[in-house]
């Protein structure tokens, strides 16, 4: 079975500055995807960025980019000029290749200080 | 842009009551799944269905039944309401494609308490 850790269930960071989100998972499959999901409070969750296992080159989503490191089963999420609407809570998320369902991490929790 | 959506925002419902969660998407998705989402657990899946009247077992199915009746639609029911099912419960849909790992699209959730 798969498993998805994220080590910092809260995080802060002052506008403007830079911030990265762990998560490390764990699988012997070779075709996967992983996702980085983002639940502001009281508001629908929403993807921020998604990654095919067999693309080397890292996803990037504006401000949003993941550092993929595929042998050490390590996806964290940076933010770059981080903004106030920022604050969520970042859940990171794995799919088989040919399945459907998600397994996901426990959170990280990120508040943006003005 | 999808839209998913659930029918209450808030209940409020007494032990041994039977609860119904509906939620509807407006984009043909084939897949449908609804999840549970507690702090410091994550979310975790309880069921899901790839298709009308098609289910698979989540990670925690006990003490829940659903139905998809219809491809937009698709309930989660609690037969006997426990106040260990006091949660968040979120509904999600995605498109079923050859290569698997498509996006899911969240409704906005049922924050429901059970006394």
């Known amino acids: 079975a798969q498993t998805v850790t994220q080590s910092q269930p809260e995080m802060s960071v002052q506008e403007a500055e830079t911030v990265t989100l762990s998560c490390t998972y764990d699988?012997?499959?070779?075709?996967?995807?992983l996702f980085w999901y983002k639940q502001p409070p009281s508001r629908q969750m929403i993807l921020v960025i998604r990654?095919?296992?067999?693309?080397?080159q890292n996803a990037t989503e504006n401000r949003f980019s993941v550092n993929f490191q595929k042998a050490a089963k390590s996806f964290s999420l940076k933010i770059s000029d981080s903004q106030l609407g920022d604050t969520a809570m970042y859940f990171c998320?794995?799919?088989?290749?040919?399945?459907?369902?998600?397994?996901f991490g426990k959170g990280t929790l990120l508040t943006v200080n003005p | 842009d999808v839209k998913v959506t659930q029918s209450s925002r808030y209940l409020v419902k007494r032990t041994g009551e039977k609860v119904f969660l509906e939620c509807v998407q407006d984009?043909?998705?084939?897949?449908m799944f609804w999840y549970r989402q507690d702090p410091g657990l994550g979310l975790r899946l309880i069921y899901f269905?790839?298709?009308?009247?098609?289910?698979e077992k989540g990670d925690i199915p006990e003490g829940y039944s659903v139905s998809r009746e219809k491809k937009e639609r698709f309930s989660l029911i609690l037969e006997s309401a426990s106040t260990n099912q006091t949660s968040m419960y979120l509904c999600?849909?995605?498109?079923?494609?050859?290569?698997?790992?498509?996006?899911?699209?969240f409704g906005p959730g049922t924050r429901l308490l059970v006394l």
């Open positions: 984009m043909d998705h084939e897949n």
């Open positions: 990654q095919e296992a067999y693309k080397q």
């Open positions: 999600a849909s995605s498109l079923i494609t050859t290569g698997g790992g498509e996006t899911q699209y």
């Open positions: 998320a794995f799919a088989r290749g040919s399945n459907y369902k998600l397994t």
């Open positions: 269905s790839y298709d009308v009247k098609m289910k």
């Open positions: 699988t012997s499959e070779n075709n996967y995807y």
